[in-house]
Nanobody, 119 residues
């Protein structure tokens, strides 16, 4: 099973970006999925998550600006980011919890995608 993020890049303050997390490989079900970010010299912090039930959770710093949604393909999670600020600059990584072919729960992280907010 692999996880790949896409959609990062350079954007001006106030702009928007949508990140996509795509899960591929042999898995039975997808459980919780989440986006984390790590700024230079900082810790990896939760940005937004979606539980298997569909319940969402957001960091206070992104509430009202970021929205997380499941994609049309199984194992896909999109992060729509608006009103971006230079403080949002970070490497954004996707976390996926899934059940493998032996019904064992496993976790996997993507490599990350860089988001830079700058004029």
């Amino acid at each position: 099973v692999q996880v790949a993020e896409s959609g990062g890049g350079l954007v001006q303050p106030g702009g928007s970006l949508t990140l996509t997390c795509a899960t591929s490989g042999d898995f039975l079900t997808i459980g919780d999925m989440a986006w984390y970010r790590q700024a230079p010299g900082g810790h990896r912090d939760l940005v937004a998550s979606m539980a298997y039930s569909g319940a969402t959770e957001y960091a206070n710093s992104v509430k009202g600006r970021f929205t997380v949604r499941r994609g049309n393909t199984k194992g896909t999670l999109n992060l729509q980011m608006t009103s971006l600020h230079p403080d949002d600059t970070a490497v954004y990584s996707c976390y996926v919890r899934y059940r493998d072919q032996f019904y064992v729960f496993r976790e996997i992280w993507g490599q990350g995608t860089q988001v830079t907010v700058s004029s």
